[in-house]
């Protein structure tokens, strides 16, 4: 089994890389791999579309995914919400029902509503949600800070293991013969008549 991790940092190895290489060592101590990519940069040099073409091809080898940005202006970064846009509208059907989380980092506040922002991609795609034991973020101004926010680093091991524990659940469902729900037929409607 394997988790796809979205830095959206404009920092390649800042805190929100720390934050998610807490998550990916406790995912291994339970037998998952991951992977972290950074899209940061490729999200503004002209280079989205292979960035989200290369996502795509990454979806359907991933069992589960964590979408981590640090907080800039009380919000995701512009670079992971334009990835998740597209990836979301590129590769959504092959996310549907894979378990998400997400990861904020801050200096000091923001990550609430940073938090709730990105956590409206998987919540839009039928994707079940992996909590930890408090809201999952860090803080500190470093990736040094960060280690030292003993009460984060403690939440990111826990979302490892939460992520692990659900992926294993899954798994056992589908050894198990119990079949992922179909997909919802409904009109799509408007408001105007």
Known sequence: MKVLMINGSRREKGCTYTALSIVADSLKEEGIDSEIVFVGKDATNGNIDACVANLKASVASAD????????????????????????????????????????????????????????????INEMPIVSSSYWPMVHGNTPDDVLKDEEGVGIMKELGKNMAWILKCIDAGRMAGIAEPAKPQYSKTNFIR
Do not use: C, N
């Not at 979408?67 to 990835?83: L, R």
């Not at 590129?90 to 923001?110: L, N, T, W, Y």
């Open 64 to 123: 589960g995914f964590i979408f981590g940005s640090p907080v800039y202006y009380a919000s995701p970064t512009g670079e992971i919400e334009i990835i998740l846009d597209r990836l979301f509208s590129a590769a959504g059907a092959g996310m549907r029902h894979k378990p998400a989380a997400v990861v904020a980092s801050a200096r000091r506040a923001g990550t609430t509503s940073t938090l709730d922002a990105l956590a409206k991609y998987p919540a």
